[in-house]
């Protein structure tokens, strides 16, 4: 995942300027677009945001790991079935 993220929300857990909060909030609003334009999945960026705001949320870290997890399981599955399709689709032609 892009550092940016991080380092926005850096910001926001150590500055207590109100200003400087909203405008760090409005930097995150545009990198989580710009994510999502090229194709990362909403939930992750969703998940990831929730445990950079309180990284000190057990629970958050969890919910994103299990996710990545899974997520990497079907590309995985994704990936292989294509394959297959495709080397099947060449032996009968």
Same mark, same amino acid.
């Given at each position: 995942m892009d550092a940016k993220l991080y380092n926005y929300y850096w910001f926001i857990r150590c500055y207590r300027d109100k200003a400087v909060i909203r405008k760090y909030y409005r930097l995150v609003a545009k990198e989580k677009k710009r !994510?999502?334009? !090229?194709?990362?999945?909403?939930e992750e960026i969703r998940l990831l945001c929730r445990f950079l705001a309180n990284t000190r949320n057990a629970q958050a870290e969890k919910r994103l790991e299990s996710y990545r997890k899974n997520l990497f399981k079907a590309s995985t599955f994704r990936l292989a079935h294509f394959l297959l399709f495709n080397i099947i689709y060449i032996i009968r032609n």
């Open positions: !994510l999502e334009s !090229l194709g990362v999945d909403k």
